[in-house]
């Protein structure tokens, strides 16, 4: 399991000690799996955001979501997800956000490991019975789903396509030195370094920024986030959290 702490109510985690887990969702085959962030200690509506990792030909299996709404961001490899038995290629920068009642599975096509980020949410309504397409750049409609280039088509709404709280989703690049302000106020953030380095201060404290390293900031608190001379780029998501509606 990762080494996670919690530092003046910021989250802090890495994914250098995952989990191993064999057969993830009723396929065969190894795959490595860690938590970084979960409902306990934050006060939105978040199932999770967790780190996941197959081997070349491996396979995460195809399942439904009957009760919540998930995003995937790929972080290194190829692979091919399938939405409702359709296949879709994605690559580092991909993001796909899968809605209530669909069915999605992802399959490692590459000759390297591939690892994504998942974040799990509550979803708001029921099961949908009328079709949305979302198409994002050059990407085909899909039913209830969003398969993009996060890199290429810049912050994603996740309202658009998921029923739950999820909001924004980006990725960020600050250039050497750089800085970003992130306040926890109505919303909070979760933050995934890929690439550079830097250091993130939340009070009296200063967390060090490398890829793998994840910073989720609970209601009420705020960072500042400052880049290392070769600039830092992490991936970026934002859940509101109505006044009146949060919870431990």
Not at 134 to 152: N, Q, Y
Not at 197 to 202: D, H, K, L, Y
Request: hydrophobic fraction near 40%; charged fraction near 20%.
């Amino acid at each position: 399991m990762p080494d996670t702490a919690t530092r003046e109510a910021v989250v802090i985690a890495d994914v250098h000690d995952p989990a191993d887990v064999h057969g993830v969702h009723a396929a065969e085959g190894h795959s490595r799996w860690t938590c970084l962030a979960r409902r306990t200690g934050l006060h939105g509506r978040w199932e999770a955001v967790e780190w996941a990792w197959l081997p070349p030909g491996g396979v995460s299996g195809e399942h439904r979501h009957s009760r919540t709404e998930e995003v995937y961001f790929v972080l290194d490899g190829r692979g091919e997800i399938t939405l409702d038995g359709r296949a879709y290629p994605v690559h580092p920068g991909s993001i796909v956000l899968t809605g209530l009642g669909r069915r999605h599975g992802l399959r490692n096509t590459g000759r390297q490991p591939l690892s994504w980020l998942v974040i799990e949410i509550p979803a708001d309504a029921p099961t949908p019975t009328s079709t949305k397409d979302t198409t994002m750049d050059d990407s085909p409609h899909v039913s209830h789903a969003v398969v993009a280039d996060l890199r290429r088509s810049g912050p994603v709404d996740a309202a658009t396509v998921l029923t739950g709280p999820l909001r924004t989703v980006r990725v960020t690049r600050l250039l050497p030195r750089g800085t970003a302000e992130l306040a926890a106020r109505d919303v909070e953030h979760t933050v995934y370094v890929t690439d550079g380095a830097g250091t993130a201060e939340a009070g009296a404290t200063t967390v060090a920024l490398a890829p793998g390293v994840s910073v989720t900031l609970p209601l009420g608190t705020a960072a500042r986030v400052l880049a290392g001379d070769d600039g830092l780029e992490y991936f970026h998501a934002v859940l509101d959290v109505p006044s009146g509606e949060e919870h431990q």
